[in-house]
């Protein structure tokens, strides 16, 4: 087993090599180059050309490569070129609020469809079940945006329970429970995705358990149903789904884009999005490098997990 | 490491009624195959499973040569190097006095097309998703024998020969019966010009009803068409009846090889004697005096130094558990034992 | 809520080791007869897919819904391009009244469902036929081209797939091609890993051993014998591509990156809903997009669903 990690470990360090490639290359075919983006008109060409210069442009890509890599490997990623801070502090700044939105949101998901799965395949084919499956492709079927929306249209517009956007409101800094009035919406509409797959998941897993012979033993020899259940069925039932936390967190990463567009969340997702439009390569680079580094190391767990549920399959 | 005190195996032999040297059709020289299962970390293996090691016997025209012996013996392994699904780690196989081994392109090709194989699941070796018509037409067209309306008629002539009817070309192999899927493997098999036909267990996985049809089948076809069979089965009572000889196989090895009819007779080699002692006990007075085995199969990974029997044979000595025996005997009858059974004649050398 | 197809491929591949962890050990004992048993024909899975009730009513929206898309032109009242007064309320004249522009909403629906299905079926459709080449060469082949091949399939899976589509599409500009195209380039891994695991399966058996013996070539055995029988596991994945690659094309329109206007998408319909006052004086605008979306949605992941219980009769979700 030992091995095996130590092999997928190995491996990971050359996929690593070719994300950061890939990213650089990827970004850099953008048409345009950041100058462009701020020329005024009282600038001279020659100005142009010293700031591009500066910037290190106009070197041909390969060494521009190995000069990002090699300033990534001291640990530093570079300065913005929309807002000349270093990048790494742009990003710690909004590491926190998109993990929080992301947090919560996995939270709230399993909190909501762990119980709800199990339910369902207890109580299986009647109307629990039936409203449970419906509201759970419900779930997977309407997009974020549009439930995002909605949700602000009912919540904070007509009913004017909670805010429209933002994380806190103007002059409440620090404020905790404004705080959480803010994320809730956010926060639903993420989880609601994740709470579809899950609730179906989850009551596939413990339908197939509750049907297994050792079962029909254990309630034979006499033991409540409730221990039956609780002891012996969902032990088995709920290992696989640790396997699949591993595949939601990609999932989260591209819902939070849209859901903090839409609730102008201060998070990652929304410094995506600037970055994108003023072509700040330092910033767009090292958040796609960051979001690779995670899911990569979501796949390498969910393998692993995989390994421990299910020693037949080998790759 | 066991020591290597044995002879090399001697491998003439002759047809039983020859009155000149006839050449074999299909000739096994000396051949093994081992897996290796771990290398150290200089890259020697260290453990090794010897499925076949060092087997020679030769498939005269026409004839029907048995191979038997229990699971795990080699046989289907051996089977499959004759048709190059495996390649032997040690070796010759010649057909027609040349080698085999070396063949590729356009020459594999009519080596193919002249030796087949029939397999032993007549469920997995249909392509489901293939027509019978196209199961049996495809081969023909790979090879460039027919086209066009001469095609068809073969196909058609095909599904005769084996019995199956025409009208049932179009149906997929799902539709069909375990003994009718065989059958149309076997027509498969004849769709090119074979020569000889590799079968491999064909008739394990049938119904006993069913496997007399196949069997008849098969000795018509045999008959009909001047083919020669290797029948490697684990049933005695199947490859007596349609083999000419018959070769036991032991843990890799060739025990005994003789004609079918001495083979009964007059068993040499006491694994030979306890196979049939565990087939024919038909009769109660018999039972008494059966010859049992002790123990089960051993790996063929560490094989018992010596003679590979030795464990689990009941006139094992020293000298059975030291050396191991090579290929001996006279004519049509031979066999690997230092204490080989009492015969009414032939001398057995030690 | 976007299923990436690798969130697909893996539920699938876990939920086959959920009922393995659950003990059915018996259903990979792997009789022959069993396998065959196992994978039903293609007429019970059609009789199969009709019992599930779910499934043909997904079936039924969605054949309503290319219907409306093929004969657009016809169905549609106005033209979807025309521009007239804005933000007018629904109508004799504009059944679903008009957008910002002026332009008839009912006929930029009907128009809409024409970007989604291309996209969807036309995404999927690249994106199966590269994976699918790939999974086959890495299963067929094995060894030093299999482990490069999956190496690579590991890079391009470890994207984070919204974050890479906006790059690209950034960089190519927005368009509906360009969006078919990222959504294909970046859609094969799941695809790839299924068929290659499924050609590692069917590599094995029998009948492909008696082709070699056949004396029939590589390439012909891969395209004639393999390939076809390894194809219905990804049908159930492709289904639930579609539904993805719906939502990615609606996100992607509704923040700016994808279609863009004039041309009519769900997704740049909704837009608009982003300003405060179309939003909440306005719901004519953005409530019959979003509804076509998640409707359009719905019913594909019905049919993959029935689909999915059809093919494997060891699985029953739903009824």
Redesign the interface.
């Known amino acids: 087993m030992m091995r095996m990690i130590g092999r997928r470990l190995l491996i990971a360090i050359p996929v690593l090599f070719g994300i950061t490639v890939l990213n650089f290359a990827l970004i850099h075919m953008a048409p345009g180059n950041p100058v462009e983006m701020y020329i005024n008109p009282s600038m001279t060409q020659q100005d142009i050309e010293l700031r591009k210069e500066q910037l290190g442009i106009n070197d041909p890509l390969p060494v521009q490569y190995v000069r990002w890599l090699g300033q990534l490997l001291k640990g530093d990623l570079g300065y913005s070129y929309a807002t000349y801070q270093p990048v790494g502090e742009m990003l710690s700044g909004r590491i926190g609020p998109t993990l929080l939105l992301m947090g919560t949101a996995l939270v709230i998901a399993y909190l909501f469809a762990i119980p709800v799965g199990i339910w369902s395949a207890r109580k299986a084919y009647s109307w629990f079940d039936y409203s449970a499956t419906g509201f759970a492709f419900l779930g997977i079927s309407i997009p974020n945006f549009f439930l995002g929306l909605g949700a602000i249209y009912i919540f904070a517009i007509q009913l004017k329970w909670l805010p429209t956007g933002g994380m806190y409101t103007l002059g409440k800094q620090g404020d905790w429970t404004d705080v959480a009035m803010h994320l809730i919406l956010p926060a639903c509409v993420l989880a609601t995705g994740i709470a579809g797959n899950m609730v179906r998941y989850v009551r596939s897993s413990v339908m197939d358990v509750l049907g297994q012979e050792y079962l029909r033993t254990a309630r034979a020899k006499g033991m409540s149903e409730f221990i039956v259940i609780n002891k012996h069925a969902l032990k088995n039932a709920l290992i696989p789904i640790i396997t699949v936390i591993g595949l939601d967190i990609p999932l989260l990463l591209g819902g939070a884009v849209i859901t903090e567009q839409i609730f102008q969340w201060p998070g990652m997702g929304q410094l995506l999005m600037q970055s994108i439009s003023s072509r700040d390569y330092p910033t767009l680079m090292a958040i796609n490098l960051l979001a690779a580094v995670t899911v990569l190391a979501a796949n390498l767990v969910t393998d692993i997990a995989y390994r421990f549920v299910d020693p037949t399959m080998r790759d | 490491m066991r020591e290597n005190k044995e002879r090399p195996q001697d491998s003439v032999e002759q047809a039983p009624t020859a009155v000149e040297p006839v050449h074999p059709l299909l000739e096994v020289d000396g051949v093994s195959k081992h897996y290796t299962l771990r290398r150290n970390w200089l890259g020697r293996p260290e453990v090794v499973l010897q499925a076949v090691d060092r087997v020679s016997l030769k498939l005269m025209q026409g004839e029907t040569l048995g191979v038997i012996g229990e699971s795990g013996c080699g046989k289907s392994t051996l089977g499959k190097m004759l048709v190059r699904i495996e390649e032997p780690t040690a070796g010759d196989i010649r057909y027609q006095g040349k080698s085999i081994l070396g063949l590729s392109g356009q020459e594999l090709k009519r080596y193919r097309s002249e030796v087949q194989f029939i397999f032993q699941d007549p469920y997995a070796s249909l392509n489901p998703r293939q027509k019978v018509f196209d199961i049996l037409a495809e081969p023909m067209k790979v090879h460039g024998l027919y086209e066009g309306e001469r095609l068809n008629r073969r196909v058609y002539e095909l599904l005769d020969m084996v019995g199956i009817p025409g009208a049932y070309s179009e149906r997929y192999p799902h539709e069909f019966s375990g003994g009718q899927r065989q059958r149309i493997g076997i027509a498969r098999a004849l769709s090119l010009n074979t020569k000889i036909i590799v079968c491999d267990e064909p008739v394990s996985a049938l119904d006993v009803s069913i496997q007399a049809q196949i069997l008849n089948l098969l000795r018509e076809l045999q008959q009909s068409l001047g083919l020669s069979y290797l029948f490697i089965a684990h049933g005695l009572g199947v490859v007596k009846y349609i083999s000419r000889r018959i070769a036991v196989m032991y843990l890799g090895k060739i025990v005994e090889i003789a004609g079918a009819e001495e083979l009964f007779r007059q068993p040499r080699h006491p694994y030979t004697k306890a196979l049939i002692d565990a087939h024919l006990t038909v009769n109660p007075r018999e039972r008494g005096r059966r010859m049992l085995l002790a123990g089960e199969v051993p790996n063929a990974i560490n094989p018992p130094r010596g003679c590979r029997f030795h464990p689990r044979c009941p006139f094992a000595t020293d000298v059975c558990r030291e050396q191991e025996p090579g290929l001996e005997g006279d004519g049509g009858h031979r066999f690997a034992c230092h204490h080989p059974l009492a015969a009414a004649k032939g001398a057995s050398a030690p | ?4 197809p ?2 697909q491929e ?2 699938q ?12 050990a018996a259903s ?1 004992a792997g009789k ?2 069993a ?2 048993a196992a ?1 039903r ?1 293609s007429s019970s899975v059609l009789r199969a897919f009709l019992r599930h009730r ?1 499934a043909v009513a997904g079936l039924a929206v969605f054949s309503i819904l290319v219907l409306m898309a093929v004969f657009a032109p016809w169905v549609s009242p106005h033209d979807p391009y025309e521009v007239g007064k804005g933000f007018q309320p629904p109508s004799a004249e504009h059944w679903l009244g008009t957008d910002q522009t002026g332009r008839d909403i009912l006929s930029r629906l009907i128009y809409g469902a024409r970007t989604s299905l291309l996209v969807g079926v036309g995404a999927v459709s690249v994106y199966v036929i590269i994976g699918v080449c790939i999974g086959v060469i890495a299963g067929y082949f094995g060894r030093w081209i299999d482990s490069v091949l ?3 399939t ?2 391009v ?8 589509i ?3 599409v ?2 190519l500009g927005p368009s509906l091609q360009n969006i078919i195209i990222v959504l294909g380039i970046l859609g094969w891994p799941p695809i790839a890993r299924i068929v290659r695991g499924s050609v590692l399966s069917v590599k094995n ?3 492909i ?9 590589k390439l ?1 055995i891969m395209i ?2 393999i390939l ?2 390894v194809l219905s596991p990804i049908l159930v994945n492709a289904t639930f591509g579609i ?1 993805t690659a719906i ?1 990615i094309e ?2 992607l329109s ?2 700016g ?1 994808g279609v863009m206007p004039p041309m009519s998408s769900w997704g740049n319909m ?1 837009n608009s ?2 300003n ?1 006052s179309t ?2 004086a306005r ?1 004519w605008v ?1 409530l019959p997009p ?1 509804i076509m ?2 409707l359009a ?2 019913s594909v ?2 049919i993959g ?1 029935g689909l999915r219980d059809a093919i494997d009769p060891k ?1 029953k ?3």
């Not at chain 3, 899976?157 to 890479?164: A, G, H, N």
């Open positions: 809520m976007e299923q990436t690798q969130h893996n539920r591949v876990t939920e086959n080791a959920a009922e393995n962890a659950a003990g059915h990979r022959p007869a396998s065959q994978q024909q779910m999956m190496r690579m590991d890079v899976m470890s994207f984070p797939y919204l974050l890479v906006l790059v690209m950034s960089i058996r029998e009948f051993k008696a082709a070699h013996v056949l004396g029939f070539g012909r004639r014998h076809p029988n539904a939502i609606a996100s509704f923040l990156m909704l809903a982003q405060i939003l909440s719901p953005w979003g979306i998640v949605v719905l992941n019905f669903d699985r979700t739903t009824r």
